[in-house]
Nanobody
Framework: QVQLVESGGGLVQPGGSLRLSCAAS????????MGWYRQAPGKQRELVAG???????DYAATVKGRFTASRDNAKNSVYLQMNNLKPEDTAVYYC?????????WGQGTQVTVSS
């Protein structure tokens, strides 16, 4: 059974930081491209950061310079360090795994940026 379990979300003030984690099980993690997506109320789900199996990382323009994604194949985990958070970063953040045509999603973790 495949599971992607996110953690680390919460309420933070503007300018603050959070670190999201995603632990994967049931897959050969090192083969999968991993990604972080987010979905704000009334908006489409969007890619925040993508980490391919080889290690290259791409970021959405809106988070570049503030967010840092990483993966640890030994721990079957990916992370998203979010700094200088803004109210517009408020969303449910999802972990995503993809290998060829096979994709999996986590259940999501809420991030709220508000004073």
């Amino acid at each position: 059974q495949v599971q992607l379990v996110e953690s680390g979300g919460g309420l933070v003030q503007p300018g603050g930081s959070l670190r999201l984690s995603c632990a994967a099980s049931g897959i050969i993690f090192s083969l999968f491209d991993m990604g972080w997506y987010r979905q704000a109320p009334g908006k489409q789900r969007e890619l925040v950061a993508g980490i391919i199996s080889g290690g290259s990382i791409d970021y959405a323009a809106t988070v570049k310079g503030r967010f840092t994604a990483s993966r640890d194949n030994a721990k079957n985990s990916v992370y998203l360090q979010m700094n200088n958070l803004k109210p517009e970063d408020t969303a449910v953040y999802y972990c995503h795994a993809r290998y060829s045509t096979t994709t999996y999603w986590g259940q999501g973790t809420q991030v709220t940026v508000s004073s």
